[in-house]
């Protein structure tokens, strides 16, 4: 009896709501611009806050340490602010930092108001903070406009937020609006009449000036400067995402497990690993790989290390990265 | 998912990024609409006064002390904004009259997020039910309000609105329970009705 109580009760709601109708969103222009000046309002209140807290204690110790706090006090504020780490960890071809003279090197800092470019065959991926990684296409350009924002002016970013990373905001702004991610693998192509959006795993928001867009897994979103919208289907095997992989940034395999590294090789592939049997899968997580896959793209690497190992690949579905042990399939 | 909201300010104080982008997603467009019909809902007079609340908001975290709810404080900012605001472009406040703005009214949606004894129903009609239908969704705690329109104005699955805010699905389902809860027991308070009763009422006077 509850239960139907209950079932009238949120049917009721439903209705209700539905009368009354969705309520007023301010537009995503408007929430961006007032986000970015609290945001920094906040900042700087929090800043003035340590320092001020920082004082506090420096003056209550000074009667017994004052030499060792005075020079604590000196670190503390000589530290920069936390800042999120966006570092090259891999790179092909011809690409240029601002802020440097010199071509860019593997382990560069892209800083906060600096800006990368590759060149005609000039790719690069870059470590972003605890797990995510973001790539850059041929002839691209992105500048980092702030801690966790970045500006695509030309070309094509791929970002891949894995599931199991901390959830450090990462923000692409393009003409069309800002795109901002759910925890997913997704690019954004800067065309010059539009953006388009690919999404490989999870969702994204494209936040616009008049209106916010979702896109999920398996959709391309093409966005018109003059603001119209299209959609279609891509698959998670599509062409357009093999840039990104033959970009991926490089894997160490010694002495990682070879489930560890199949993983790896699937996510990068836009694939699940798939055991053929628990053996298998039990044997996978025990056998531990030496050597190096440096210069290797995923699928290529992951041929040259099943060949040296007793499994091979197995077909087991588009999205799938079928792995079995070689006996098994003598039976 | 649910804000405990003197444990997200006294994170926001220590710097912590994600307490800032929950309170922001939390309250921003709340307090935009608190804000629009007072100032004639011009979106320019809007956007002012809400990012000097939310900043002046910012600036003060540390006086916050929990007493009322963390949207009624930031509601008593954005009146003074309002105030400065109109003082400041010289324009009068006088021909904005809300129905939440009546002092009986204010004080059963602030009993909303601080329930206390149960205020008289109202006759409103329905555009003024309409009204404050949709404050009563930005006085639900946590982002309930959020929760429900997702669900039953957007036709939302639960596995959206789990990714939307970031939980599992089974989190989404409890918070989509506890949502309805506060909702079915907000209206009672203010209207001491339930929603097929309000839902009638409304047509009614269709």
Redesign the interface.
Known sequence: MKGEQDD???D????????????????AA??E???R???D???T???R??RRRNALAFSAAASFAFVVLVAGWILRFAAPEADIAVTIARIDGPVSLSDSSRAARLGDPLTVGASVKTGETGRVAFAYGSGLSLRLDRSSALERVARDRFRLSAGAVYVDAPTNAK?D?LVIETRVGVVRH??TQYQVRQWHDAVEISIRE??VEIAGSDATTLAAAGEKIRISHDGRIERETISSQDPAWDWAETTAPLFSIEDRTLDEFLQWAARETGREVAYASAEAQREAENVRLRGSIDGLDPVTALSAVLSTTDFVQYEAGENLLGVRLAKEGDD | MVVNELALVKS????D??S??LF?DTY??RV??FA?PRVGAD?DA??EV??AT??KA??N??SFRGESALFSWLCQICRHEIVDYLRAHKRRAGHVVLIEDRPEIRAALEAIEAPAEEQPPHKLNRAQ??EL??SV??RLPSRY?DV??WK???GRSVEEIG??L?IGHTAAQSMLARA?TA??EALETLFGA???E??AD??SGI
């Open positions: 009238m009760s949120d009721s709601i439903e209705a209700l709501l539905r009368q009354v109708g969705a309520r007023n969103e301010p537009s408007t929430k611009e007032v986000r000046a609290v945001h309002e906040w900042r209140t929090v800043a806050r340590r959830p905001e759910l925890g999870g969702r | 926001m104080l220590a710097g990024e994600q800032f982008r922001f921003f467009s935009y609409r629009s979106p809007c956007k809400v990012q939310l900043t910012v600036q975290l540390g039910t309409k239908i949709q969704l930005d309000g429900l329109e039953y104005i957007e990714e939307l970031g309805r909702f079915r339930t929603a097929q309000i839902l409304m047509l």
